[in-house]
């Protein structure tokens, strides 16, 4: 009954490393978004997209990218990897209104 | 710009007490609030959600909450808490204006003693 699955539950990468997070969601929900979490801070929007090959930057985009080929796919791209992005990251899709969104289970990325 | 507050970073509570989880956002028109909760290791869950209409809405879980417009709050209440309640929960505000982008709270961590 998975609805939205991010491919990696844990993840270790080398600083300097280019990282690719995947997200799929088989609701053929419209939005899609990228939040990351940190403790004391709740989860914080990097990028959103509203439709294929649309994105937008959320609040904190810095050193982030985003590619949405697929209304399914979302991937994160974490060009060159920094020990300050190291956190949790959770994907969330929802339809066009404002319903709410459903979650993935999260990665956690750790670089070292 | 909207904001949410939730004041009490933890709360511990007694098994089978009762609980009450803070909330308080900032925007101008009608909001659309939401809360989740997320257990440990794992993505957020939807509890509730209020629109419009009745100011008390209920959720999965035995949680209920109530939209307060007076005092911009929307407090997640359980009458008696189980050990399985134990996670962090998070408040979330949405509104048309701003797309369908959520604004989420800190969270509050809730630990439950036996």
């Known amino acids: 009954d998975v609805k939205v699955t991010q491919s990696s539950r844990y993840l270790v990468k080398r600083t300097g490393e280019k990282v690719f997070l995947e997200c799929v969601q088989d609701?053929?929900?419209?939005?899609m978004f990228w939040y990351r979490q940190d403790p004391g801070l709740g989860l914080r929007l990097i990028y959103f997209?509203?439709?294929?090959?649309?994105?937008e930057k959320g609040d904190i985009p810095e050193g982030y990218s985003v590619s949405r080929e697929k209304k399914e796919r979302f991937s994160l791209i974490l060009e060159s990897a920094s020990t300050n992005q190291t956190s949790m990251y959770l994907c969330?899709?929802?339809?066009?209104?404002?319903?709410?969104?459903?979650f993935g289970s999260g990665t956690r990325l750790t670089v070292v | 710009a909207q904001s949410v507050t939730q004041p009490d970073i933890h709360i511990t509570v007694s098994e089978g007490a009762s609980l009450e989880l803070r909330c308080n956002y900032s925007?101008?028109?009608?909001?659309?609030l939401f809360w989740y909760v997320q257990s440990p290791g794992q993505g957020l869950q939807l509890l509730l959600k209020?629109?419009?209409?009745?100011?008390l809405v209920q959720g999965i879980k035995g949680f209920e909450a109530e939209f307060k417009r007076s005092q911009s709050s929307f407090n997640l209440r359980k009458p008696s808490v189980h050990w399985s309640d134990a996670a962090e929960y998070f408040c979330?505000?949405?509104?048309?204006?701003?797309?369908?982008?959520?604004?989420f709270g800190a969270g509050t961590i809730l630990r439950v003693k036996s």
């Open positions: 997209s509203y439709d294929v090959k649309m994105k």
């Open positions: 209020y629109f419009s209409g009745d100011t």
């Open positions: 925007y101008g028109a009608t909001p659309y």
């Open positions: 609701m053929d929900h419209e939005n």
């Open positions: 979330a505000v949405g509104a048309m204006e701003y797309g369908n982008k959520l604004v």
């Open positions: 969330a899709s929802s339809l066009p209104e404002v319903h709410g969104y459903t």
